[in-house]
C-alpha cells in the first residue's frame, strides 16, 4: 500500500498510539473522573473492562471475517490474519473474565456471577482456544488453515446463540446496567481507553500475522531447486513401443 | 437424493454391524449416571432436582465416543477417500453419518431416561415430549459433532482434541435442553420449555444446514 | 490426455514430489518405477485428485486437478495403497456401496460376476477385516473394474498378490490397453511389465530421474543397484 518502511513501522506506531491513550485515559480514569455514585471506587474498572470487552469481540470478528476471505479466496495472507485475530482476541477474551471477576467480587460478593455477557466470553475463549490447539495439532498448512476456518466461522455463528441461552437461562438475575445515563467525566477516559485498547489491538494483530506470514512462508518455501538429477525435467513420452 | 440414500444405507450397514460398540457407549453412559450421584450425594431431592443436568452430561460425554468411533472405519483405510474419489457427494456423505450419530444419540439419551428416573426417581407421564426434547437435543450434538469428528479423526491427538472444539459450542444446547428436560420433570409453571425448544430448534436449523456446507472443505485435502 | 507442470507435494516438513512435468498421450501405457519413498504413490494420488499438489498443476483430459476435481474423477480410475474398504463390512457390501454411489445396478446377482473375476465369490459375505493383505487387493481390483474410465492409476498392483493374482492384473492391464485406455502403473515389477508399457518414468527421490523408454530404463536400474541420489539440503 504504502512504502515498505513504512508499513514495516506502522504496527509500532499504533502500538505507541494506543499504549499512549491507554495511558491518559486509565490516569483521568483512575484519578480525574469522580467516583461513581452508587458504586463507588470498584467502578473504575470500567474504564478498561468495557473497552476490553468492545475489542475482544471485535478481533474475533475479524478473525471470523479472515475465515470467511480465506475459505473464499484461499490466500494465505487471510490464514495469517485469522491466526492474529484469534490469537490477540483469545487474550483480549481472558483478560475480560479476569476483569469481570474482579469487578464481580465486590460488586456481588461473587467472583463470576454469571453475567450473559461475562459468560458468553467464556465460552468463547474456550472455544477459539480450542482452535489454537487445533492449529497446533495440524502440520500441512492446507488443511489448517481449511480447518480453523471452519472451525472459526462454526464458533462465530454460536455467539449470539449462546448469549441469549445464558441470558434466558439467567433470567432470575438482574440485568445490570451499564452506566449510560452518566455525566461526560465518565465518557472521556471510557473513549480513550476504547481507542487505546484498538490502537494496541490494531498493532498487535499486525506483528502477530506478520510472524504468521513469516512461519507460512517457510512452510510453504519451494523445493530446492539445484540437483543433479534435474536433466530429464520435462518428460515427454513417446507412443511407441 | 440418490446419494444420501446410499449414505444412509451405509450407515445403516456400519451400524449394524459395529452394534456391540453402541452397547458399550450404553454402559458407559449408565456409570457416567451412578457417578452423578456419588458427587452430590444420597439426598434424594437433591439428586431429583439435578437429574436432567446429570442425564445431558452423560450423554454429552458418551456422544463423544460415539462421534470419534464413527470416523474409525471411514480414515482406516480410507474408506471415505475412495466414496469421495467414486464422487460421492460430501454432503450426502455427511448428512449420512449425522443422522446415523442423531439417531444413536437418541436411542442412547432414551435408554438412560429408566435408569434416571431408578437413579433420581425423577419421572414424567409425558414421555413423549420428553422424547421429543431427546431427538432434538441430541441433533444439536451431532451435527456439528459429525463435522468436528471427521476433522479430528485426520489429525494428531484426535481424542483430546474433539471435546476441546465440541464442548464449547454446544453450550446452548446443553443449557436448553438441561432446562427444558428439568421442567418437564419438576413443572413448568412459568410456560418456559417452548422458548427453550426454540432456542433448540435454532441451533439445529443452523448448524445442521451450516455444517453440511462446510463439510466438503474439512474431507477434501486442501 | 495427461499434463503436469511443476508438481511438487509437501507432507509436513519433507518434499515428496518435487518439480514433476509429465506429458502423457492418450491410450499409452506408462511405467512409474522408482525405489520405495521416490514418490510413485504421491504422484499418483495427486494425479486421481487424493490430495492437492502444494505447488503446480496439472490437467486430465483438460480439467485442472485442483479446479475442475469433480471432471478429473469422472474419467480417472485409482486403484490405491490403501484399500477403501470399510473393515467391519463384507466384501460383496463394500461394493455395494461404492455401486450405491456411483448410482448403478447394486444387488447382489450385478456385483457377483466381479467378484467371480476378482476371486472372492466364495469369501464374498466375510467381513474385510478377516482378509488378508491379497484379498484386499483383489477388492480394491473389483472396485476399479466397477467403472470402465478413460485413465487408470495402478499404485502397486502385484503388491501381495499371489500368482493368479499376477495374472489377473496383467490381463487389466492389456484389457485396459485394448480399450484405448491411458494407463499409469507403479511397480517394482519391471521385468513384467516392461513388455507392455509404451514408455516409462523413474522417480528419484520426488524428482523425474529419467524418461524413455522401458528395456532402457531397466538397463539404467540395473547398472546402479540402489538408484536413490544422496538427500540433497533442504
Known sequence: MTSPRLSRRLPFFFILAGAALLLCGSYIGLFVAPPERMMGEVQRLMYVHVPTAWNSMLALTFAFIAALAYLAGGAWKWDARMEAGIEVGVVLAFLLCVQGSIWAKPTWGVWWDWDPRLTTTAVLLLAFAGIIALRRFVDDPGRRATWSAVATIIAFADVPIVYFSVKWWNSLHQLQSTPQTVSSAFHLPLRMNAFGILFLMIGWIMLRSRIAEARLESELAPPPTASRFRDGAHAQLGGSR | MKQLLAALWKEGLLQWNLRSRFFAVAVFGTTSLLLFSFAIGPSAQALRQYSAGFLWLALLLSSTLTLSESFQAETEHRALEGLLLLQASPRALFYGKAIANWLQLALLGMMLVPIMVVLYDAGTADLFRLAGIILLGSAGLSAPGTLYAAMVAQARAQQTLLPLLLFPLVVPVLLASVKATSLLILGDPMGQTGSWIGLLLCFNAIYWSLCGLLFGRVVEDS | ?234
Open chain 3, 1 to 234: 490426455m495427461i499434463e503436469a507442470h511443476g508438481i511438487s507435494r509437501r507432507y509436513g516438513r519433507r518434499w515428496a514430489l518435487i518439480d514433476v512435468s509429465l506429458s502423457i498421450p492418450r491410450g499409452s501405457t506408462t511405467l512409474i518405477a522408482g525405489s520405495n519413498g521416490s514418490g510413485k504413490s504421491t504422484l499418483l494420488r495427486v494425479l486421481a485428485t487424493a490430495i492437492r499438489p502444494t505447488l503446480g498443476s496439472a490437467t486430465i483430459k483438460g480439467h485442472d486437478l485442483v479446479s475442475a476435481r469433480q471432471d478429473v474423477r469422472e474419467s480417472v480410475n485409482l486403484l490405491g495403497h490403501a484399500a477403501y474398504s470399510y473393515d467391519p463390512l463384507s466384501a460383496l457390501q463394500n461394493l455395494q456401496i461404492a455401486a450405491r454411489f456411483l448410482e448403478i445396478e447394486s444387488n447382489e446377482t450385478a456385483l457377483r460376476p466381479l467378484l467371480a473375476r476378482v476371486g472372492l465369490e466364495e469369501r464374498r459375505h466375510d467381513p474385510v477385516a478377516s482378509f488378508s493383505a491379497g484379498m484386499r487387493k483383489r477388492l480394491s481390483i473389483a472396485r476399479v473394474l466397477l467403472r470402465t474410465l478413460p485413465v487408470t492409476l495402478l499404485d502397486e498392483p502385484y503388491a501381495n498378490l499371489d500368482a493368479a493374482g499376477f495374472t489377473l492384473i496383467d490381463d487389466l492391464i492389456s484389457e485396459l490397453h485394448g480399450r484405448g485406455s491411458t494407463v499409469l502403473v507403479a511397480s517394482h515389477m519391471i521385468d513384467r511389465i516392461a513388455p507392455i508399457c509404451d514408455g516409462g518414468v523413474l522417480l528419484e527421490s520426488g524428482r523425474i530421474g529419467w524418461t524413455g523408454s522401458v528395456s532402457a530404463m531397466a538397463e539404467r536400474i540395473r547398472s546402479i543397484p540402489d538408484a536413490t541420489p544422496p538427500r540433497t539440503e533442504q
